[in-house]
């Protein structure tokens, strides 16, 4: 366990130098998150949650805090990864807010870093509440690193048209960064997010984010969340949600890059007649391995949730999806659906799908389903019969897997993005 | 009736799917315009003809031949056969996940217009091609936006391989059990709309089970099929008395020969 040593070491020289200056409160946040990360240690195989995950490329790896990038990328650098429609962006290069590529608005969509002074009251009841860090070492370590993100505010009844995007990419590598974001909507607004990390080498390096939602009563967030970092990346992220009565969350994630990935997805429907819909899409080749991790906690009644994942797997890559479902006591008429599909395209690749509902109330509709397979028989052969070639047949099915998930997304800029994306990947295979 | 040039002609076609042999020797000719009714009980191999047909990999030849167009049918891959203008209408449409059914119908009729030395059509094009096929069967646009049969009721997804029929304008069509499971109204539209393709340069081979369908399709020959042979053939009266004595007396009939 050197390297929590290590970590819990660079994180002391840190706190006592570049961020000594923060607020009493959130010094107290950090140093108790990194008192818990230094108890949990990194996770390990035998822990439930990370039966098929091992962490230890990066347990066993160096990594040290990501400096302010040598040289700030262009606005050309970047353009591959902008979305037209975005009517705010904040970019963030190896953690580092950049001003001078972004364009924030007012205090409501701000680096994290400049609100936490200006907006304290706001992110102190906010920061923290939603993300675990009780048995999550990574959000722990990520808390007693916090300092820059992103953070959007949209207040009660406000309704930001054009979505807002959220970047951040790596350029470094042997590094770690630990991006924090914050994303409140107050009562009855309404927002468009898109979070993206990506990179502009192909470093080694280390990506571990969390990111909180907090969407109030009536509010609507459509979060969209794209993974494309370096193929040689370690990411791990926990993505957090908790939504208010009556309203809606739509979280759309799609995981394209990383040697290794790991997402937590947690949502709390703690008020009545709360939509969730999850829509997750992972298309993995080589040796990639990406692990999802979601949590539905049906803390109120009248609320539902639909789940939709799918996975297209490569060569010798492999996915992993967990999907619980918790129904508390009294979270009557709850309407909960699961699917998670996946689709192997090689004898070598793997999924692991597994469902986990823990129903606790009796007037409840949980359904959940997974299959794990290659393309299907009957499909190629109603294409083909159709006068398209076996290889134009196979690659449009499995277009239309990872085009089942796109097609939810609402923002067509990012649907024609990793539209491209997809399309290049299969043209590739 | 004035008779064309044989379009397809199957002969000794004996054929198995796992081991068991479910074609005992099928012949048969069918010329350029001419419309014929394959009739039978469950299990005769009717289904398995079609399939056949239409080059499903699960079935193995044993033996015969079958020839399409001058062509030996059996040696062609199923889009070959789909693209000399073969066509087959499932029994069971399948389901295609994140494929409308508009980008796949443009799919498959570039397919063909490419065989063809066509130019391909834009999905502009292609819309105006298919605004008088749909209106055929009573549809409107908003099924072409859905992915294939997706959520499609029964009924839906047999109209959908009608109009698929209707916009590949194959020449020999092949519909098996298009009827089941069809309401009245629904049983009407894809008769009609097969009536209107009918030509001196599209033949069909319409595999049912009931006769009802034949009520609307006038057949040129009715075939019926038992145990995996052809036990008897006959004209458009045939299905009358298949109607009015079942399957039981044929199947007597298998047994004996």
Redesign the interface.
Same mark, same amino acid.
């Given at each position: 366990m050197a390297h929590v040593e290590q970590l819990v070491g660079s994180y002391r020289a840190w706190a006592s130098n570049g961020a000594a200056q923060a607020p009493t409160w959130l010094k107290d946040l950090r140093e108790g998150a990194i008192a818990r990360f230094h108890d949990l240690g990194f996770p390990n195989m035998k822990q439930e949650a990370w039966r098929f995950t091992s962490v230890a490329p990066i347990a066993e790896g160096s990594f040290a805090l990501a400096k302010p990038p040598a040289r700030i990328p262009t606005l050309e650098d970047i353009r591959p990864f902008l979305l037209f429609e975005a009517g705010y962006r904040l970019v963030f290069v190896d953690g580092f807010f950049q001003p001078a590529l972004s364009t924030p608005f007012f205090d409501d969509v701000q680096s994290l870093a400049h609100v936490v002074t200006h907006r304290q009251d706001l992110v102190r009841q906010h920061l923290g509440t939603y993300a675990a860090t009780l048995d999550r070492p990574f959000s722990a370590l990520n808390t007693a690193f916090v300092s820059d993100g992103a953070f959007v505010h949209v207040p009660a009844k406000a309704r930001i048209a054009e979505p807002i995007q959220l970047l951040f990419l790596a350029t470094g590598a042997k590094v770690v960064t630990h991006p924090r974001n914050l994303v409140v909507l107050e009562r009855e607004a309404r927002a468009a997010i898109v979070e993206t990390y990506a990179s502009l080498g192909e470093g080694v390096y280390w990506t571990n984010a969390v990111t909180e939602i907090s969407a109030g009563d009536g509010a609507r967030v459509d979060f969209h969340r794209v993974q494309r970092e370096s193929p040689r990346a370690y990411h791990v992220a926990a993505t957090q949600t908790h939504q208010g009565r009556d309203s809606t969350v739509n979280l759309h994630t799609v995981a394209f890059g990383g040697a290794l990935a790991r997402h937590d997805i947690g949502a709390v429907m703690a008020g009545p007649g709360g939509t969730l819909i999850l829509n997750g899409l992972y298309l993995l080749a080589g040796t990639q391995h990406a692990d999802h991790h979601t949590t539905i906690d049906h803390a109120a009644d009248h609320c539902e949730s639909h789940e939709y994942f799918n996975g297209v797997l490569d060569d010798k890559s492999r996915g992993v999806f967990t999907g619980r479902i918790i129904v508390r006591p009294g979270a009557q008429k709850t309407d909960s659906k699961q699917t998670n599909?996946n689709l192997l395209l090689s004898p070598d690749a793997h999924a692991d799908s597994q469902p986990q509902l823990e129903i606790y109330a009796d007037d409840v509709k949980c359904t959940h389903g997974s299959t794990v397979g290659p393309l299907?028989?009957? *499909?190629l052969?109603? +294409?083909? /019969?159709? %006068?398209? /070639? &076996?290889h134009? *047949?196979r690659r +449009?099915?499995t277009? %239309?897997? *990872? *085009? &089942?998930?796109l %097609?939810r997304m609402g923002v067509a800029s990012l649907r024609a993005q990793l539209d491209a994306i997809v399309r290049g990947r299969l043209a590739e295979s | 009736m004035k008779k064309g040039t044989a379009l397809l002609e199957v002969k000794g076609l004996r054929v198995a799917v796992q081991g068991n042999e479910i074609l005992k020797g099928i012949d048969l000719t069918l010329r350029d315009g001419e419309v014929h009714a394959i009739m039978g009980p469950n299990g005769s191999g009717k289904s398995t003809l079609a399939q056949v047909l239409a080059g499903h990999p699960s079935y193995t030849v044993l033996a015969g031949t079958a020839t399409y167009d001058g062509k030996d049918l059996l040696d062609m891959k199923p889009e070959e056969r789909a693209r000399a203008g073969v066509f087959l209408a499932f029994q069971y449409p399948v389901e295609i996940r994140g494929i409308t059914n508009s980008y796949f119908l443009r799919s498959a009729l570039n397919a063909l217009r490419r065989e063809r030395g066509e130019p391909e059509l834009d999905p502009i094009d292609f819309l105006q091609v298919l605004e008088a096929k749909l209106k055929a069967i009573g549809w409107d646009d908003s099924m072409m936006n859905r992915p294939v049969n997706e959520g499609f009721s029964g009924g839906e997804k047999k109209r959908n391989e009608i109009l698929q029929l209707a916009v590949l304008e194959p020449r020999l069509a092949i519909l098996d059990e298009t009827d089941s499971g069809l309401d009245i109204d629904a049983l009407k539209t894809v008769a009609e709309t097969v009536n209107k393709l009918r030509s001196p340069n599209r033949s069909f081979l319409i595999v049912t089970h009931y006769q009802r369908l034949l009520n609307y399709i006038t057949p040129d020959v009715v075939h019926v099929l038992a145990d995996g042979r052809i036990v008897k053939a006959g004209g458009p009266e045939l299905a009358h008395e298949l109607e009015a004595k079942g399957y039981d007396w044929l199947r007597d009939a298998a047994m004996v020969s």
């Amino acid at each position: 366990m050197a390297h929590v040593e290590q970590l819990v070491g660079s994180y002391r020289a840190w706190a006592s130098n570049g961020a000594a200056q923060a607020p009493t409160w959130l010094k107290d946040l950090r140093e108790g998150a990194i008192a818990r990360f230094h108890d949990l240690g990194f996770p390990n195989m035998k822990q439930e949650a990370w039966r098929f995950t091992s962490v230890a490329p990066i347990a066993e790896g160096s990594f040290a805090l990501a400096k302010p990038p040598a040289r700030i990328p262009t606005l050309e650098d970047i353009r591959p990864f902008l979305l037209f429609e975005a009517g705010y962006r904040l970019v963030f290069v190896d953690g580092f807010f950049q001003p001078a590529l972004s364009t924030p608005f007012f205090d409501d969509v701000q680096s994290l870093a400049h609100v936490v002074t200006h907006r304290q009251d706001l992110v102190r009841q906010h920061l923290g509440t939603y993300a675990a860090t009780l048995d999550r070492p990574f959000s722990a370590l990520n808390t007693a690193f916090v300092s820059d993100g992103a953070f959007v505010h949209v207040p009660a009844k406000a309704r930001i048209a054009e979505p807002i995007q959220l970047l951040f990419l790596a350029t470094g590598a042997k590094v770690v960064t630990h991006p924090r974001n914050l994303v409140v909507l107050e009562r009855e607004a309404r927002a468009a997010i898109v979070e993206t990390y990506a990179s502009l080498g192909e470093g080694v390096y280390w990506t571990n984010a969390v990111t909180e939602i907090s969407a109030g009563d009536g509010a609507r967030v459509d979060f969209h969340r794209v993974q494309r970092e370096s193929p040689r990346a370690y990411h791990v992220a926990a993505t957090q949600t908790h939504q208010g009565r009556d309203s809606t969350v739509n979280l759309h994630t799609v995981a394209f890059g990383g040697a290794l990935a790991r997402h937590d997805i947690g949502a709390v429907m703690a008020g009545p007649g709360g939509t969730l819909i999850l829509n997750g899409l992972y298309l993995l080749a080589g040796t990639q391995h990406a692990d999802h991790h979601t949590t539905i906690d049906h803390a109120a009644d009248h609320c539902e949730s639909h789940e939709y994942f799918n996975g297209v797997l490569d060569d010798k890559s492999r996915g992993v999806f967990t999907g619980r479902i918790i129904v508390r006591p009294g979270a009557q008429k709850t309407d909960s659906k699961q699917t998670n599909n996946n689709l192997l395209l090689s004898p070598d690749a793997h999924a692991d799908s597994q469902p986990q509902l823990e129903i606790y109330a009796d007037d409840v509709k949980c359904t959940h389903g997974s299959t794990v397979g290659p393309l299907d028989p009957r *499909a190629l052969f109603y +294409l083909r /019969s159709r %006068g398209v /070639s &076996e290889h134009e *047949a196979r690659r +449009l099915l499995t277009y %239309g897997f *990872a *085009a &089942e998930i796109l %097609g939810r997304m609402g923002v067509a800029s990012l649907r024609a993005q990793l539209d491209a994306i997809v399309r290049g990947r299969l043209a590739e295979s | 009736m004035k008779k064309g040039t044989a379009l397809l002609e199957v002969k000794g076609l004996r054929v198995a799917v796992q081991g068991n042999e479910i074609l005992k020797g099928i012949d048969l000719t069918l010329r350029d315009g001419e419309v014929h009714a394959i009739m039978g009980p469950n299990g005769s191999g009717k289904s398995t003809l079609a399939q056949v047909l239409a080059g499903h990999p699960s079935y193995t030849v044993l033996a015969g031949t079958a020839t399409y167009d001058g062509k030996d049918l059996l040696d062609m891959k199923p889009e070959e056969r789909a693209r000399a203008g073969v066509f087959l209408a499932f029994q069971y449409p399948v389901e295609i996940r994140g494929i409308t059914n508009s980008y796949f119908l443009r799919s498959a009729l570039n397919a063909l217009r490419r065989e063809r030395g066509e130019p391909e059509l834009d999905p502009i094009d292609f819309l105006q091609v298919l605004e008088a096929k749909l209106k055929a069967i009573g549809w409107d646009d908003s099924m072409m936006n859905r992915p294939v049969n997706e959520g499609f009721s029964g009924g839906e997804k047999k109209r959908n391989e009608i109009l698929q029929l209707a916009v590949l304008e194959p020449r020999l069509a092949i519909l098996d059990e298009t009827d089941s499971g069809l309401d009245i109204d629904a049983l009407k539209t894809v008769a009609e709309t097969v009536n209107k393709l009918r030509s001196p340069n599209r033949s069909f081979l319409i595999v049912t089970h009931y006769q009802r369908l034949l009520n609307y399709i006038t057949p040129d020959v009715v075939h019926v099929l038992a145990d995996g042979r052809i036990v008897k053939a006959g004209g458009p009266e045939l299905a009358h008395e298949l109607e009015a004595k079942g399957y039981d007396w044929l199947r007597d009939a298998a047994m004996v020969s």
